[in-house]
C-alpha cells in the first residue's frame, strides 16, 4: 500500500457512514434495511450537485440499456446504482477505501441491484488493462 492510499483509507475509513445513513432514512420514513435506490440520493452522491451532476453525465455519455460502464471511485456506490436501475446499465465500480466499498455493496443490496452493480476495493492508478476503451460509454466521441 502508498502512503497515498493509507491516508486516503485513513481519511473516509474512520467515519460511521452506514450508521448515519440509516438514521438519516429513518427521519425520512424510510425503512433503512428496505430503501429505493432513490431514496439514498441525497446521501449517496459523494459529488459536487449530487444527483443531477449523475443525470447529466449520463445523457452526455449517451448509455442505453444493458452497456457495461466502468465508474472508478465509486464511494458510496451512488451513482452505480443510478446507473444500473435508471439507465438499465450494468456497473463494475471500485473505490480505494475498503469501508465506502463495504457500505456500497450493502446499500446495493438493500436496493435490490446486485445483479447489475459489482463493487470492488482497488487502486485505479495501480490497475492495468490491455486496452483503452475510446469513452467511459464505449461510444466514439461526436465531433
Known sequence: MT??????????????????????????GVDPEKPSHRDLWPFDQLHSRGIAATREHAERARLLPGM????????????????AAECGCRVAAIDLTPKFV??????????????????????????????????????????
Open 102 to 143: 463495504e457500505v456500497a455493496r450493502i446499500l446495493t443490496a438493500r436496493c435490490g441491484l446486485v445483479d447489475r452493480v459489482e463493487i470492488r476495493q482497488a487502486n485505479a492508478v495501480a490497475c492495468r488493462s490491455t486496452t483503452a476503451p475510446s469513452t467511459t460509454s464505449g461510444r466514439t466521441p461526436s465531433p
Open 3 to 28: 502512503d497515498v492510499e493509507a491516508i486516503v483509507q485513513r481519511y473516509y475509513g474512520d467515519r460511521p457512514v452506514l450508521q448515519r445513513i440509516e438514521d438519516a432514512l429513518r427521519a425520512a
Open 68 to 83: 457495461h460502464v466502468l465508474e472508478i471511485g465509486c464511494g458510496l456506490g451512488g451513482a452505480s446504482r443510478y446507473l
